[in-house]
């Protein structure tokens, strides 16, 4: 692969060109160099980099997970093979953590929805909006 313009490596890998500049930004990836018309241009190695954030992104890693990770892909001998399990673990127990709290909030979905007639009767008597409202028997919060 020769040297590819902003936009060619954008499509290539299908993200946008906005994409690219905000990690740049973010001093994850870096232009092998511009144009004397000001383009940028990225190399096989750019690319892979690009690459390799983007998947990472796509397993739900932090954009200062994945600086650390390519810290450790630049000096692998920095870290060990135990230093990436840490954080990927980290990363499958955030996962975990939302995961219940979605289930959570399709069990609760699930029973207001289930309780509701979804007939044409007065919104006023529906039961999904009687359960959003604060409890009355609660105690005032102060303002």
Do not use: W
């Not at 994409?19 to 144009?35: C, I, K, N, V």
């Amino acid at each position: 692969m020769s040297q590819l313009r902003i936009g060619e490596l954008a499509s290539r890998l299908g993200c946008s060109v906005e994409t690219l500049r905000f990690y740049e930004r973010e001093g994850l990836l870096e232009a092998t160099g511009r144009s004397s018309n000001g383009y940028r241009y990225y190399n096989q190695n750019s690319a892979q980099q690009l690459e390799f954030i983007l998947r990472a992104k796509t397993m739900g890693f932090s954009l200062e997970d994945i600086r650390e990770l390519l810290a450790i892909r630049v000096d692998p001998t920095a870290s060990s093979c135990g230093d990436v399990r840490s954080t990927a673990e980290e990363k499958l127990a955030q996962v975990a953590r939302k995961i219940a709290e979605l289930q959570a909030m399709r069990d609760a979905l699930s029973k207001v929805i289930t309780a509701c007639c979804g007939g044409d009767v007065p919104a006023n008597h529906c039961s999904i909006l009687h359960a959003l409202e604060p409890d009355s028997t609660k105690p005032e919060v102060a303002q």
